[in-house]
């Protein structure tokens, strides 16, 4: 059984690939477009548990956009730290599997970008460096706030 670890507000449960089938038709429509391919991911800490959700967004740039997410609770307490790697984790691995996917579809044109959830203001501003060289090592475009509307528009609406 293929396990349907995103969600989108119109089609529902999808798998990742199911996720990267509906981007292609979306690119598809309108292949002129200039796309960005956005992931994204932020937390909210509650009293039982972390929630964790990451976001995928196609955007179609002056046109509109599509998006999916998958959510997760950890049980277990993190430092802010932890978890702003944790959220940066998250958006690598299913980036690298897009990646992929992108590869073996001949779909190279479309370049993925990671927005975090730091900022110059803000608890997380002495993490920029070292969560953007994670993400940059790994041979993603990164984006930091007030630009990452992927993690602090998108993910975050999930995570409340």
Known sequence: MVRKEFMSPTK???SLKQVFA???GYVAVEPKM???LIIGSDSQPREEHICFVCA???HRQGKGAR???SKRNQNKYMSMRQRIFYEASLSLDVASRLTALLAESGHND????IH??????GETRHLIREVVGMITGSGFEARIKPDSYGASTVADRYTK
């Open 12 to 14: 529902g449960p999808l």
């Open 22 to 24: 509906e981007i292609l």
């Open 34 to 36: 200039d796309y960005r």
């Open 56 to 58: 995928i967004i196609v």
């Open 67 to 69: 998006y999916f997410y």
């Open 110 to 113: 479309l370049n993925i970008e």
């Open 116 to 121: 975090l959830d730091v900022g110059k203001v």
